[in-house]
Protein backbone atom coordinates (compact mmCIF):
# COMPACT_ATOMS: atom_id res chain seq x y z
CA UNK A 1 0.00 0.00 0.00
CA UNK A 2 2.95 1.89 0.76
CA UNK A 3 4.08 2.53 -2.69
CA UNK A 4 1.03 3.90 -3.84
CA UNK A 5 2.49 7.01 -2.38
CA UNK A 6 6.02 6.42 -3.42
CA UNK A 7 5.30 5.21 -6.81
CA UNK A 8 3.37 6.78 -9.83
CA UNK A 9 2.88 6.48 -13.12
CA UNK A 10 3.58 9.28 -15.27
CA UNK A 11 3.22 10.82 -18.76
CA UNK A 12 5.62 8.51 -20.85
CA UNK A 13 5.25 5.50 -18.61
CA UNK A 14 3.58 2.51 -20.33
CA UNK A 15 0.24 1.74 -18.44
CA UNK A 16 -0.18 -2.03 -17.01
CA UNK A 17 -3.42 -3.41 -17.92
CA UNK A 18 -5.96 -4.47 -15.25
CA UNK A 19 -8.79 -6.84 -15.10
CA UNK A 20 -11.99 -6.40 -12.84
CA UNK A 21 -15.90 -7.13 -13.12
CA UNK A 22 -18.55 -5.30 -14.98
CA UNK A 23 -22.37 -4.88 -13.08
CA UNK A 24 -23.20 -8.52 -14.79
CA UNK A 25 -20.15 -10.09 -12.97
CA UNK A 26 -18.27 -10.51 -16.63
CA UNK A 27 -14.15 -10.00 -15.93
CA UNK A 28 -13.20 -6.62 -18.80
CA UNK A 29 -9.49 -5.98 -19.21
CA UNK A 30 -8.35 -3.01 -20.32
CA UNK A 31 -6.02 -4.71 -22.67
CA UNK A 32 -8.69 -4.76 -25.13
CA UNK A 33 -8.66 -1.01 -25.67
CA UNK A 34 -4.87 -2.04 -27.34
CA UNK A 35 -4.54 -0.08 -30.67
CA UNK A 36 -7.11 2.58 -29.62
CA UNK A 37 -6.78 5.78 -27.67
CA UNK A 38 -8.45 5.36 -23.78
CA UNK A 39 -9.71 6.91 -20.85
CA UNK A 40 -9.68 5.22 -17.91
CA UNK A 41 -11.20 6.95 -15.07
CA UNK A 42 -11.98 6.06 -10.71
CA UNK A 43 -14.78 7.42 -8.81
CA UNK A 44 -17.30 5.78 -6.21
CA UNK A 45 -20.78 6.54 -5.57
CA UNK A 46 -20.12 8.42 -2.13
CA UNK A 47 -17.55 10.91 -3.87
CA UNK A 48 -19.82 13.89 -4.52
CA UNK A 49 -16.67 15.53 -6.83
CA UNK A 50 -16.59 12.30 -9.01
CA UNK A 51 -20.60 13.11 -9.92
CA UNK A 52 -19.35 16.02 -11.60
CA UNK A 53 -17.56 14.45 -13.85
CA UNK A 54 -20.53 12.15 -15.19
CA UNK A 55 -22.36 14.78 -17.39
CA UNK A 56 -18.40 15.73 -19.08
CA UNK A 57 -18.14 12.07 -20.12
CA UNK A 58 -21.37 11.52 -21.63
CA UNK A 59 -20.82 15.00 -23.14
CA UNK A 60 -17.42 13.54 -24.50
CA UNK A 61 -18.79 10.39 -25.55
CA UNK A 62 -21.07 12.21 -27.47
CA UNK A 63 -18.16 14.52 -29.12
CA UNK A 64 -15.48 11.60 -29.87
CA UNK A 65 -16.90 8.35 -31.36
CA UNK A 66 -16.37 5.05 -29.89
CA UNK A 67 -13.70 3.78 -32.12
CA UNK A 68 -11.64 6.61 -31.80
CA UNK A 69 -11.62 6.61 -28.30
CA UNK A 70 -12.39 3.76 -25.43
CA UNK A 71 -14.22 4.67 -22.36
CA UNK A 72 -13.61 2.94 -19.08
CA UNK A 73 -15.20 3.60 -15.30
CA UNK A 74 -14.24 1.62 -12.51
CA UNK A 75 -15.71 2.39 -8.76
CA UNK A 76 -13.64 1.77 -5.98
CA UNK A 77 -16.81 1.20 -3.99
CA UNK A 78 -17.75 -1.70 -1.62
CA UNK A 79 -21.72 -1.35 -1.97
CA UNK A 80 -22.23 -2.74 -5.22
CA UNK A 81 -26.17 -2.81 -4.92
CA UNK A 82 -25.76 1.26 -4.93
CA UNK A 83 -23.03 0.86 -7.39
CA UNK A 84 -25.25 -0.81 -9.75
CA UNK A 85 -28.28 0.80 -8.80
CA UNK A 86 -26.47 4.23 -10.17
CA UNK A 87 -25.14 2.71 -13.31
CA UNK A 88 -28.51 1.41 -14.51
CA UNK A 89 -29.95 4.56 -13.50
CA UNK A 90 -27.18 6.91 -15.29
CA UNK A 91 -27.57 4.54 -18.39
CA UNK A 92 -23.85 4.70 -18.91
CA UNK A 93 -22.65 3.55 -22.81
CA UNK A 94 -18.97 3.06 -21.65
CA UNK A 95 -17.91 -0.18 -19.75
CA UNK A 96 -18.37 0.30 -16.11
CA UNK A 97 -16.23 -1.60 -13.50
CA UNK A 98 -15.98 -2.25 -9.89
CA UNK A 99 -13.27 -2.91 -7.57
CA UNK A 100 -15.02 -3.79 -4.27
CA UNK A 101 -11.57 -4.57 -2.57
CA UNK A 102 -11.49 -0.14 -2.71
CA UNK A 103 -8.05 1.28 -2.03
CA UNK A 104 -6.26 -2.65 -1.36
CA UNK A 105 -7.77 -3.59 -4.59
CA UNK A 106 -6.26 -4.47 -7.88
CA UNK A 107 -6.90 -1.31 -9.55
CA UNK A 108 -5.55 0.76 -6.55
CA UNK A 109 -2.48 -0.96 -6.45
CA UNK A 110 -1.61 -2.20 -9.81
CA UNK A 111 -2.10 1.50 -11.42
CA UNK A 112 -1.11 3.56 -7.97
CA UNK A 113 -3.26 6.53 -7.84
CA UNK A 114 -4.24 7.53 -4.38
CA UNK A 115 -7.22 9.59 -4.53
CA UNK A 116 -10.69 9.90 -6.83
CA UNK A 117 -11.43 11.24 -8.95
CA UNK A 118 -8.77 9.97 -11.09
CA UNK A 119 -8.09 9.51 -14.67
CA UNK A 120 -5.53 8.10 -17.36
CA UNK A 121 -5.90 8.69 -20.99
CA UNK A 122 -3.72 6.10 -22.84
CA UNK A 123 -2.54 6.01 -26.25
CA UNK A 124 -2.73 3.11 -28.60
CA UNK A 125 0.39 2.09 -27.29
CA UNK A 126 -0.44 1.99 -23.58
CA UNK A 127 1.33 5.37 -22.79
CA UNK A 128 0.34 7.63 -20.67
CA UNK A 129 -0.70 10.53 -22.53
CA UNK A 130 -2.20 12.35 -19.62
CA UNK A 131 -3.49 11.90 -16.22
CA UNK A 132 -5.40 13.55 -13.71
CA UNK A 133 -7.22 15.84 -16.25
CA UNK A 134 -10.27 17.96 -14.90
CA UNK A 135 -13.42 17.35 -15.80
CA UNK A 136 -14.21 21.06 -16.89
CA UNK A 137 -10.87 20.43 -19.40
CA UNK A 138 -11.60 16.98 -20.38
CA UNK A 139 -13.24 17.62 -23.48
CA UNK A 140 -10.78 20.00 -24.73
CA UNK A 141 -7.56 18.05 -23.53
CA UNK A 142 -8.83 14.76 -25.69
CA UNK A 143 -10.18 16.65 -28.67
CA UNK A 144 -6.66 18.21 -29.17
CA UNK A 145 -4.99 14.87 -28.86
CA UNK A 146 -7.79 12.51 -30.31
CA UNK A 147 -7.74 13.76 -34.17
Known amino acids: MISIYEEEFNVGDSLPSVKLPDGSGNMFSTASFRGKYYLIDFWSTWCRQCMIFDEYK???????????????????????????????????????????????????????????????????KGIVIAKAIPADSLASVLKRIIK
Open 58 to 124: KTLRREIPAEKLGMVSVALDDSRGTWLSLINRNHYDWPQLIDDKMWRGVAALTLKFDSIPFNFLVSP
